[in-house]
């Protein structure tokens, strides 16, 4: 049997470390079960019950709608807006540079959405004033603020979108030749813009690439003709390409190309 003086020894045993640890633990399993019995934990339940009034049922289904739209809205403001070519532009600015993640890919996204929330601002502001503000006085129906709201943005995309594009979705879908703007469906409308975006955003970057590509071009004829073959190129061009950027103030160019792209 174990006797006190064997248990005594073995308390003189344990560091005091463990026991510090011991008795954190044991406080915080008493804090817990105090907070779990003075705080009511709350039961979310879902759950399909015969309705009273046909009301309930379309309100429900207008809940659903707004989730499904909020889950998609990522989506919907890179499709319509002016997100895709400019993320695409700085991006290459990136890779031209050769500074690999700098700057990192979050702020290369911060940068796109606020350049975003720039350009589509005058957008935003008609959507507001002609339909999100007179749907909450309740002036107008949902489908009539809806079809105001798509207005803008149908607008938006036909000042960026080409002829060429706009007619190849529509000779796809083996639709009839539209006769004006009204004619054409937002679904076509859409990937036309989107195909636009990405080759404008192409043809910006291959002019901002040209640069940054004769300087690596000249840095390493110059080195293979010092016979310096072991050297990466990549370390001599990188300072001189910072330096040009710097020197002509890449950015404010890049970004000034960028919004009076959509301007124009």
């Known amino acids: 049997m174990t006797t006190l003086t064997d248990f005594r020894r073995a ?41 009273e009034e046909p009301g309930e049922v379309g309100l429900a289904l207008q809940i659903l709608f707004l989730l499904t739209v909020l889950s998609l809205a990522p ?54 004033t002609e339909a999100l503000h007179p749907y909450l006085s309740e002036e107008i129906s949902q489908d009539v603020a809806l079809e105001r709201a798509v207005g803008p943005i149908r607008n938006f995309m036909f000042s960026q979108a080409s002829e060429s594009d706009i007619g190849l979705f529509v000779s796809l879908g083996a639709m009839e030749r539209p006769r004006n703007r009204d004619d054409v469906p937002t679904h076509v409308l859409i990937p036309a813009f989107v195909l636009g ?11 901002i690439y040209l640069p940054f590509l004769v300087i690596d071009i000249v840095v390493a004829s110059t080195l293979m003709s010092m016979g310096m073959m072991m050297l990466p190129p990549v370390m001599i061009s990188l300072p001189f390409k ?23």
Request: glycine share 4%.
């Open 11 to 51: 308390a003189r045993r344990i560091s005091p470390l463990a026991a510090f640890v011991a008795v954190a633990v044991l406080l915080t399993a008493v804090s817990a079960v105090a907070v779990a019995q003075t705080i009511p934990v709350p039961r979310i339940t879902l759950d399909l019950a015969e309705g």
């Open 75 to 128: 989506a919907i403001l890179i499709m319509v807006t002016s997100f895709t070519r400019t993320v695409i532009v700085l991006s290459i600015v990136r890779n031209a540079l050769g500074t690999q993640q700098v700057p990192p890919t979050q702020v290369i996204i911060g940068l796109s959405l606020f350049l975003t929330f720039f350009v589509m601002a005058p957008t935003w502001n008609q959507i507001y």
């Open 197 to 207: 975006e990405l080759k404008k955003a192409f043809q910006m970057g291959f002019v």
């Open 242 to 264: 910072l330096l040009l950027f710097i020197l002509v103030d890449g950015w404010q160019l890049v970004v000034k190309s960028l919004v009076t792209s959509f301007m124009a």
